[in-house]
């Protein structure tokens, strides 16, 4: 009996990677079942599969990204960018799959709401997973005021999702110079005034080594804290209900909650 050979599409993770990986299953041209895209290198190679490694490229990932929004409409496309933006080693498999479901078998715009598919269902959960994420930290996020009179925010959130982040914080903030630094990836989202935002990642030198609060920023932080402690009642505290509206890994970011 033959056996159809599994091909394995080695991609980076981030949207870039995973769009040409996606782009380039289609132009091999063999079909969905036997193809995979899998992000970065497994330790134990499989019996019986052949490998891909393909490199991001800015042209493949426009025509895809183009594609998402054209034929499944910019709902889906904005779900399937929060998708990946989780730590989920199978992201890259379940969104490839969710567009063929969506462009080849024809769900169309309605493809997410096929949770009958389990990569589907995997991609719905995921967004929903990022959506929330990005959603605690634009009420959690905490800005301070350096000397330089650039507020900078840190952050470590369980998701990659500075990216998502800086759009809405440039709206509300457009006469401001701010920086949003990610911890957890050394990722910085920086927007100077009056100009669009960027990324930067892999900087040597970290900002907080150089920066320090204005003095009047650190006022205002006394301040506050004085103003949370002094208001709270301490026959109402209950930290377990405290902890499910606000988990502890945000906590150690917000200044009211920093011990000095």
Same mark, same amino acid.
């Given at each position: 009996m033959h056996m159809t050979e599994e091909k394995y599409l080695i991609c980076e993770d981030s949207i870039e990677g995973i769009?040409? @990986? &996606?782009?380039? %299953?289609? #132009? /091999?041209?063999?079909?969905?079942?036997?193809?995979? &895209?899998? &992000?970065?290198?497994?330790?134990? /190679?499989?019996?019986? #599969?052949?490998?891909?490694?393909?490199?991001?490229?800015?042209?493949?990932? =426009?025509?895809? %990204?183009?594609?998402?929004?054209?034929? /499944?409409?910019?709902?889906?496309?904005?779900? &399937?960018?929060?998708?990946? #933006?989780?730590?989920?080693? @199978?992201? @890259?498999? %379940?969104?490839?799959?969710?567009?063929?479901?969506?462009?080849?078998? @024809?769900?169309?715009? =309605?493809? /997410?709401?096929?949770?009958?598919?389990?990569?589907?269902?995997t991609v719905f959960r995921l967004a929903r997973c990022a959506g929330n994420e990005i959603h605690r930290l634009m009420e959690f996020l905490r800005f301070q005021e350096l000397e330089q009179g650039i507020l900078y925010a840190r952050i470590g959130p369980a998701c990659n999702i500075v990216s998502f982040l800086m759009p809405h914080f440039a709206d509300r903030l457009p006469l401001e110079n701010f920086i949003i630094y990610d911890d957890k990836r050394e990722l910085y989202g920086v927007h100077p005034i009056g100009k669009d935002w960027y990324l930067v990642s892999g900087m040597e030198r970290k900002p907080e080594e150089e920066l320090r609060m204005s003095e009047k920023e650190e006022q205002f932080q006394d301040l506050f804290t004085m103003f949370c402690r002094t208001i709270a009642i301490e026959e109402r505290r209950n930290l377990k209900l405290q902890q499910q509206m606000l988990p502890l890994r945000f906590q150690e970011y917000m200044v009211e909650f920093v011990k000095k």
């Open positions: 769009f040409t @990986g &996606i782009y380039d %299953a289609y #132009a /091999l041209k063999e079909g969905h079942e036997h193809l995979h &895209i899998q &992000i970065g290198e497994e330790e134990n /190679l499989r019996l019986f #599969a052949s490998y891909l490694y393909i490199l991001p490229d800015s042209v493949k990932t =426009r025509k895809v %990204a183009e594609t998402i929004q054209k034929r /499944l409409g910019t709902d889906t496309y904005m779900s &399937i960018c929060r998708a990946l #933006a989780t730590e989920d080693a @199978g992201k @890259g498999q %379940a969104v490839y799959r969710t567009v063929v479901d969506g462009i080849t078998n @024809g769900s169309g715009r =309605r493809v /997410l709401e096929n949770s009958r598919n389990p990569y589907v269902d």
